[in-house]
């Protein structure tokens, strides 16, 4: 029974602040009688922190020339209130390119001249490493549902994200460092599906393995390491394959799960 009727929508609300003080006070009463919900707020507030160090500091880069073109050139379509818009935000269909554009572009992400910019173009410029530092401080924290398929069900969860990627694709081994396979979701990338699997130490520690094919036909990497606010990422170039390593852990000892992870992608 929920007398003050507190809605998600409330507890996303109270996350950001937007609440009356009269109903922020219910919010905090209903949270200290019921710890699921608890958790569920943590949640939020740990992938909004971790959103704003990802990001906060890109708001001091120069925006990217393709971008500022796109804020200066003068709207030479006239509106008619009759037709459709000339403008027209770009959907948001891809997270982490959506999120990336939302934070840097800004402006960027509405049509120039009448004519769409798709979200594909723009994500162009979206380092493999960003988005999947993205991914893994959005879905990281989720207390409740942190992966669509579990690792209980790891053969329906590989024939799952290989029909989906249109190739074969499985998660690595890692319990022998300490990380057990929790599972594994779909993701949407920019160019198609991505897959994202997620590992967890004793302490909790989770880690994430992002996996796309949009980076076939391009060069082959080793390994190149970004840090991504308070994530870091080892990345690289294999095949059809761009793989990205996440988690908030020492760069050293991602490097040794990230070199597990190639030596096992290498043997399939």
Do not use: C
């Not at 890109?58 to 200066?72: C, F, K, Q, R």
């Not at 769409?116 to 409740?144: F, I, K, N, T």
């Not at 870091?232 to 095949?239: I, L, M, S």
Request: charged fraction near 20%; aromatic fraction near 8%; proline fraction near 6%.
């Amino acid at each position: 029974m929920n007398p003050l009727n507190i809605t998600d929508d409330d507890l996303h609300a109270y996350v950001d602040g937007a609440l009356t003080a009269e109903r922020r006070a219910g919010v905090e009463a209903w949270l200290a009688g019921h710890p699921e919900d608890a958790e569920r707020v943590r949640a939020y507030q740990a992938q909004n922190l971790a959103i704003r160090t990802l990001f906060d500091p890109v708001l001091d880069e120069p925006l990217p020339d393709n971008l500022h073109a796109l804020t200066v050139q003068p709207m030479k379509a006239t509106v008619d209130a009759k037709k459709r818009p000339i403008l027209k935000l770009l959907p948001l269909q891809r997270l982490a390119a959506g999120l990336l554009v939302a934070m840097v572009g800004g402006i960027g992400g509405w049509l120039a001249h009448g004519q769409y910019q798709s979200s594909e173009r723009l994500a162009l410029a979206v380092p493999l490493s960003r988005q999947a530092a993205v991914a893994h401080v959005v879905y990281s924290p989720d207390a409740r549902r942190p992966v669509e398929v579990t690792a209980d069900q790891e053969e329906a969860l590989v024939k799952w994200l290989s029909k989906r990627l249109g190739t074969p694709v499985h998660p690595p081994k890692l319990g022998a460092l300490g990380y057990e396979l929790v599972g594994g979701r779909l993701l949407p990338g920019h160019a198609g599906p991505v897959a994202q699997f997620m590992y967890q130490d004793g302490s909790g520690q989770r880690m994430t393995l992002y996996v796309t094919t949009e980076n076939a036909g391009k060069p082959e990497t080793g390994f190149r390491f970004a840090r991504e606010g308070q994530v870091n990422v080892f990345y690289w170039v294999e095949g059809k394959f761009g793989y990205a390593l996440s988690a908030g852990i020492a760069k050293g000892e991602l490097a040794k799960v990230a070199t597990a992870v190639y030596d096992q992608l290498e043997a399939k």
